[in-house]
């Protein structure tokens, strides 16, 4: 069965201190894995798309990797406003095509 | 480009009522997904819109429906509500070819 789990489930970090967050995966083949960021009450907002291992985005403090197994979310130095829940899906080849989505890492920042 | 927006933002209904809630895609986007979200199960997927068909569904009773109009927007039902019916409702459109999805600012159900 199509999983996606994240790791840890909440993060508390000071300001300027970089962390990674995780995401796992298990699908039959992976057409896209998706990084969104969400605020308390607001949709999620998209943040990367990766499509094969090795891949590497970034944005601002943010920087997604992707291996065949998993993908990290790095944060250098983050700031308060960086304080958000960070979504992981992915989209698997066979089937509907449909996302799959994990519960979330809830990172806050503190000044 | 405006984004994807719902409506309305907020709704309060009681148990045994149904509720519509509707969503306009950004512009040029034919595809439309709709997800429910709540603490314990995060996003759920309910089911897919493309060109007016339903192209994928989720694991929801069948209380929970939907349609796309010609124009993109799209509209989902809830019949009977129950307490466990009380999320956030997300909609999501994405362009033809992508595969990235574009959330909307969702809608607050809670139902009493």
């Known amino acids: 069965e199509d999983q996606v789990t994240q790791s840890p489930e909440a993060l508390r970090l000071q300001e300027g201190e970089s962390s990674s967050l995780n995401c796992s995966y298990t699908?039959?083949?992976?057409?896209?894995l998706f990084w969104y960021r969400q605020d308390p009450g607001k949709g999620p907002e998209f943040l990367f798309t990766?499509?094969?291992a090795g891949e590497e985005k970034e944005k601002e403090r943010l920087k997604a990797t992707l291996t065949k197994k998993e993908s990290f979310l790095h944060i250098t130095a983050p700031k308060p406003e960086d304080s958000a829940t960070y979504l992981c899906?992915?989209?698997?080849?066979?089937?509907?095509?449909?996302?799959?989505f994990g519960t979330g890492t809830r990172l806050k920042v503190l000044a | 480009k405006a984004g994807v927006t719902q409506t309305p933002r907020y709704l309060i209904k009681t148990r045994g009522q149904q509720v519509t809630l509707s969503c306009s895609p950004i512009?040029?986007?034919?595809?439309v997904s709709w997800y429910q979200q709540t603490p314990g199960q995060g996003l759920q997927f309910l089911f897919e819109?493309?060109?007016?068909?339903?192209?994928n569904k989720g694991n929801f009773p069948g209380r929970f429906s939907g349609r796309q109009f010609s124009n993109s927007r799209s509209e989902m039902n809830v019949s009977t509500l129950e307490l466990g019916d009380s999320a956030l409702y997300l909609c999501?459109?994405?362009?033809?070819?992508?595969?990235?999805?574009?959330f909307g600012p969702g809608t607050r159900l809670t139902v009493l």
């Open positions: 999501a459109s994405t362009l033809a070819g992508s595969d990235t999805q574009y």
């Open positions: 699908v039959s083949g992976l057409r896209g």
């Open positions: 990766l499509y094969s």
């Open positions: 899906a992915v989209q698997a080849t066979s089937g509907t095509y449909k996302y799959i």
């Open positions: 512009s040029g986007h034919r595809s």
């Open positions: 819109y493309f060109s007016e068909t339903q192209r």
